[in-house]
């Protein structure tokens, strides 16, 4: 408890202080300017209206064209964000979903990556095997521009999270070392969370502060708690407890596990109860959340 303690008051010191408690507001307000994302819904018409699964394909496979190109995490993550944004303004049909998803990476990659490293419209329309001409790549390009009102510059999940564990090694700084480490594991897991159109569809800073959550926990970090919860209440994040426990039960999906309710109500109640939130619709949260993403 003294752990505990001695830690939450230092993450408090350093959220009022430090510079990056000057990143983390600024993050924080351009998520709230940004809104809430419309979620995708199943339709009865698979040809004129992209379902989730189909958008958790996209990225799936957008994360493949990424790691060929060499690109950074940052700039997978950007691409997601903007490709959700989109699909959240516009009513896409699947057919152009792939060619929509490339305009996406081509923007991020100019927002994120050196000049050298972004490739000419024609080699992203050769190596993506899209479909698209060069010229279309760029009219796509500017058609997602011009929808997300030549706004990209949005905070994705993956920036919170270096935010977050910068807060942690300066709180906490005998944990310097494992913050690196833990950033590339963590990212590898981002990347799998964002192809989940259910966790993509949560706020950046709640799907970045529970997978931190998850982790500190796994790696038995003492007073853990006292970490990231002053950075639950710095990021107003309410529902932080329902994330973690999606997390958790993505994690055993992951790992091919057999999934029992007696499972999932147990891991539910225990981290509900230590973020001291009620146990309230149980029921509407497992029938939701205890299916496999396609």
Known sequence: MAVLLGLKIKMEEILRDC?????????????????????LKESNNQEFAVSPSQRNQVVHWLLCLNTSLHFYPETFALAVSTLDRFLATVKAQPKYLKCIAVGCLFLAAKVEEEAEMVPRARRLARVSACGLSPAEVLRMERTILVKLGWDLHVPTALRFLH??????????????????????????????????????????????????????????????????APLQTRAKVQTLSATVYLLDIWEEVLAKSIITPGRCVSVLRRSLRLMEVPLSGISALLTKTCCVPR
């Not at 510079?19 to 979620?39: F, H, I, M, N, T």
């Not at 564990?165 to 969370?193: D, F, W």
Request: hydrophobic letters at 45%; aromatic letters at 4%; proline letters at 5%.
């Open 19 to 39: 510079k990056v408690s000057g990143l983390l507001q600024a993050a924080l307000d351009k998520e709230a300017k940004a809104g809430p994302l419309r979620p």
């Open 163 to 228: 935010i977050f564990l910068q807060a942690v090694s300066l709180a906490c700084p005998t944990m310097s070392s494992k913050c690196t480490t833990m950033l590339g594991l963590l990212t590898r897991h981002l990347e799998t969370c964002l192809s989940w159109h259910t966790l993509a569809a949560s706020r950046p800073a709640t799907l970045a502060l529970a997978l931190l959550s998850l982790q500190l926990e796994g790696l038995g970090q003492q007073g853990w708690l006292g970490l990231t």
